[in-house]
C-alpha cells in the first residue's frame, strides 16, 4: 500500500479529511508505526542479507559501516562471519582479550570475532587480506516523512494493514476519541503478534527438537571440532 493510499484509508476510516489531521502529521503518526514494526523484533526474516568484505594485513576493528558499505540502508546486525573455508566463531570482547593481549601482536588466519561498540574485531590480527563472509540484517528503507506519496514500506504486503490499525489508533488520538484509539491499539498489537509468529517460525525443513544438538552454534554434531590450544 502506498503512502498515499494508507492516508486515505486512516482518513476514511476515522471520517476525517486533511483539515482534521495534516498529510505531514499522518505521516509522522504512520513513521511512528513503522518503526515500531521495525523495531519490534530484532531479526525480521525479510530483513535478512548477506555480503562481503575484505580484513586487510595488521587490521583488526572493523566498524559495521565499514563491513556493510554495500547493504542498500546498512547492516543493523551481524549473525555471522565466515572465510571461505571455516566459520568465525563469536567470542566476547574480554575473551578475545584473553586469548590475545593486547601487548602482543599476534597475527595469523582470523577464527574468531567480537561486537562491540558498533565495531567488529576478528582474532589473531589479520597476516594478509582475506575475504570475509557476513550474514546479518539490514535496516529498513525510510517510511512516511520524507518519503514520496508513491512509496511503499519496506515491509511484506501483510504488514500493511497492521500499519493502516496504527495509523487509525493515533488518528483517533489525535481526535480525542480515547475509546475507539484504545480498540484500533489493541488490534494493531495483536496483529503484529501474528505476524511475528508467522514470520519468526522455525522453518518447516528445520523442525526445532529440544536437547538434540551441541550447545554452540558453530560446532558441527557431524564434524570434528578443530584441534583446540590447552587455554581455549
Known sequence: MQLSEMRDYARNV?????TD????????????GYN?????????PFLETSTTFSAAADTKDYSITTVGASVTNGLREINSIRTEDHVLELIGSDDGDIMYPLDTNTTGEPWY????????????TPDATYTMYLRGYRNAAP????????TTPDLPDPFDNVLSLYAIYRCYQQQEDG??????????????????????????????ILNSRRVSKWMSQYLPARLRYSWE
Open 179 to 208: 475509546g475507539m484509539a484504545q480498540q484500533y491499539y489493541v488490534q494493531f498489537v495483536g496483529e503484529l503478534g501474528n505476524l511475528a509468529a508467522r514470520y519468526n517460525d522455525t522453518p518447516a525443513p528445520q523442525p526445532m
Open 14 to 18: 476515522v471520517d476525517i479529511d486533511s
Open 36 to 44: 515500531l514494526i521495525i523495531h519490534s523484533e530484532k531479526r525480521w
Open 113 to 124: 570475532w567480537s561486537y562491540w561498540g558498533e565495531s567488529v574485531r576478528v582474532y589473531p
Open 21 to 32: 489531521i495534516s498529510d505531514a502529521t499522518l505521516n509522522h503518526f504512520i513513521t511512528e
Open 143 to 150: 517510511f512516511g516523512t520524507g518519503t514520496a506519496d508513491d
